[in-house]
């Protein structure tokens, strides 16, 4: 087996280049959130041996509050530290990504302002940690967003030609991106910032019946409306309950009424 002294695979693209912070952030992010998912489902099923919700009297503590006080720490200190060593990056790193996972666990309750952890609406909280993880997972495997790439191109020759036509592009680029997202298209939008033929294909497809494109751009056009309703039912359909599946499988149903 090669060492990481001995220039292995993990010495070669993780720390060379400097993305040990991130690759530390990424695991404790997975920790954190494998971590007070099982505890949320131990406290649901009512385990006596698990502790329960942390309570101030009445005032329940959501694990949203511990998280946001995590991930103030680790970043004010990564602020405050003079030239810090990437030891030192990494660990800041790794208690900020606990924090997020806390913070994202409760993505859904941030939304809505309520409580809806395990009601429909709180299947978001699930898809941004998922999003979160796909995309620093793409940048750990060498994947950068389209824009950044151009931009160090850039910097190797400077020249006004060249910064106008980087500042195009990137504005085509977020065009597309917006257009998108706007579509209803959300992993679309954000792998296509990696990969921008995802973008043009989002963008010129129709858009979701329910996305703001299609309650702006549809209205009136009902062939179009119906158009997209039977591509959902046949297409979108299927994929969304093969992960709705897949992540109850890991998190817990949602299935309670909405309170």
């Not at 959501?62 to 602020?79: D, E, R």
């Not at 997020?100 to 299947?123: C, M, N, P, S």
């Not at 909280?125 to 793409?138: E, I, K, N, P, Y």
């Not at 119906?226 to 949602?254: D, M, S």
Request: aromatic share 12%; net charge positive.
């Amino acid at each position: 087996m090669v060492t990481l002294a001995q220039g292995g695979w993990f010495q070669r693209e993780i720390v060379d280049p400097g993305l040990l912070p991130l690759f530390v952030f990424l695991c404790s992010f997975i920790a954190g959130f494998g971590f007070i998912r099982f505890s949320v489902r131990m406290i649901r099923a009512q385990v006596r041996w698990w502790p329960g919700n942390v309570r101030t009297g009445e005032l329940h503590i959501h694990h949203v509050v511990f998280g946001v006080v995590f991930m103030l720490v680790s970043g004010v200190s990564l602020i405050l530290v003079t030239d810090p060593t990437n030891t030192v990056k990494s660990s800041l790193a790794g208690v900020f990504g606990v924090g997020a996972a806390l913070v994202l666990d409760e993505f859904a309750l941030i939304l809505h302002l309520r409580d809806v952890y395990w009601t429909k609406a709180g299947r978001t909280s699930v898809d941004a940690v998922f999003v979160a993880v796909a995309l620093c997972g793409l940048v750990l495997l060498g994947f950068r967003p389209v824009g950044v790439i151009d931009w160090a191109d850039y910097e190797s020759d400077p020249t006004l030609g060249s910064a106008l036509l980087l500042v195009l592009f990137v504005l085509v680029e977020l065009g597309l991106a917006v257009v998108t997202l706007l579509k209803g298209k959300v992993w679309t939008g954000l792998l296509g910032l990696f990969f921008i033929p995802l973008l043009i294909v989002g963008a010129v497809r129709l858009s979701r019946p329910q996305a703001p494109w299609a309650r702006w751009r549809y209205h009136n056009k009902p062939r179009r409306l119906a158009r997209a309703a039977r591509r959902e039912q046949r297409w979108h359909h299927p994929v969304v309950n093969a992960k709705i599946k897949f992540q109850e499988f890991l998190t817990g149903r949602h299935d309670l009424p909405d309170r």
